[in-house]
């Protein structure tokens, strides 16, 4: 009689071959139908470990079950390999969500200039990736655990007080439940994207990534922001490419009043038509205000995009100065300070020279500061009144 083990050892290495003959076959297969495409070879590399799992997991049960039929251990070994199985068939599942959602990616780059509709797809695609591989995973922790009897008694237990439970989880998990719906609505409401230019919290950046939970923000110095989900749905935020990512850019100068608007005109169609960053949209120069000694020069352009401006305002800015510097320096910013003459006959001035006030400078305004200060004026030799005197004179004695 043929011993069990031996048995064992030949019945699994047949379904192992058995196994890997039929991935083999599947592979070529897959390469076979779409011989001119890329998909293909993606679904070989995201779901050829798992699928080789399950076989593999199918092929040991196959010959246990074969070889051992009637063992009081092959209840606990049938449990066993139906959790195995449970997450081999997860692993493949996740492989094949994971192979969907990068090829639907594939088609949408983020290279070309008007990208809008690639940056909502990919949001959308990575936002769905992610909510599908935590259901699975939750399914198979689920599915793994109702194996075992006890939990599935307990289950019963659980589902009379699910009411109660959910409240309190709720409650509980209230921050990360309004998170997880906030990234939901910011991903099918199209009010952010991946690789949006936004401005949230005075820092200028780029969404890097969107999860359930937060959001990423890649700086223009490099550094990252993480700000939670329902910052975007509770306060506001500027959106540079919401709907395209063309912009307008001003460049503001304060300039004399004898500066040429004509030649700052002609100079700035110049400094453009040499400018690769300019798109050619718009261009305009204007006096939007002419206060204070000096007048407001507000040049407008446009780029393709938030960086290709911060660069053509600069570029523009410093154009503008140093042909005004080297060409028009009366144009330049100046200070002016008007120095008149004294009038020669000032009627306000006494034979003291001192001019005449509300306290000082007459014998009204003298006896005014008497009445204000209470001093008891003193009287001269002469019958005036020393009213101008110091204050030893002023005292009554």
Avoid at 24 to 52: D, E, N, Q, T, Y
Avoid at 218 to 238: G, K, M
Avoid at 263 to 291: C, G, K, N
């Amino acid at each position: 009689m043929l011993d069990p083990w031996l048995g064992f050892a030949i019945t699994i290495a047949v379904c192992i071959v058995l196994a890997v003959v039929a991935t083999a076959i599947v592979a070529f297969i897959v390469r076979l139908v779409a011989r001119k495409r890329s998909w293909p070879g993606l679904l070989v590399a995201r779901a050829r470990r798992p699928f080789r799992m399950v076989i593999l997991v199918v092929a040991v049960w196959v010959a246990l079950a074969l070889a051992f039929p009637e063992r009081d251990w092959m209840p606990a070994i049938d449990q066993a390999m139906t959790i195995l199985l449970i997450g081999s068939g997860s692993w493949l599942a996740i492989g094949l969500v994971r192979f969907g959602t990068d090829t639907a990616l594939g088609r949408y780059s983020l290279d070309t200039p008007d990208n809008r509709v690639a940056r909502r797809i990919r949001t959308q695609m990575l936002i769905l990736r992610r909510l599908a591989v935590a259901i699975i995973v939750v399914i198979a922790i689920g599915a793994a655990l109702l194996t075992f009897p006890a939990v599935r008694t307990l289950g019963a237990s659980v589902l009379a007080s699910a009411g109660i439970a959910s409240v309190v989880a709720g409650l509980a998990a209230q921050s990360v439940l309004a998170n997880m719906f906030a990234g939901i609505q910011l991903v099918f409401s199209e009010a952010l994207r991946v690789d949006d230019v936004i401005v949230a919290e005075g820092e200028w950046g780029r969404v890097e990534e969107i999860t359930l939970s937060y959001v990423v923000l890649n700086l223009w110095d490099e550094r990252r922001l993480v700000l939670p989900c329902t910052y975007f749905t509770t306060q506001p935020f500027e959106n540079w490419t919401r709907q395209g990512s063309e912009l307008f850019g001003a460049v503001e100068l304060d300039m004399d009043w004898r500066v040429s608007t004509t030649r700052m005109r002609e100079h700035l169609a110049e400094v453009l038509a040499e400018s690769t960053l300019w798109d050619r949209r718009a261009s305009v120069l204007q006096i939007t205000d002419a206060t204070g000694g000096l007048v407001r020069v507000r040049i407008l352009v446009t780029a393709a995009n938030s960086a290709n401006l911060w660069d053509l305002r600069c570029n523009v800015r410093e154009a503008m100065v140093t042909w005004a510097q080297r060409t028009l320096p009366t144009a330049m910013p100046v200070q002016r300070v008007m120095m008149t003459p004294e009038s020669p006959d000032s009627s306000d001035e006494d034979s003291t020279g001192e001019s005449e006030g509300l306290f000082s400078g007459s014998i009204e305004a003298q006896e005014r500061g008497n009445a204000f200060t209470q001093a008891v004026p003193v009287v001269t030799s002469d019958g005036e009144d020393g009213g101008d005197g110091d204050a030893d004179q002023r005292s009554t004695g």
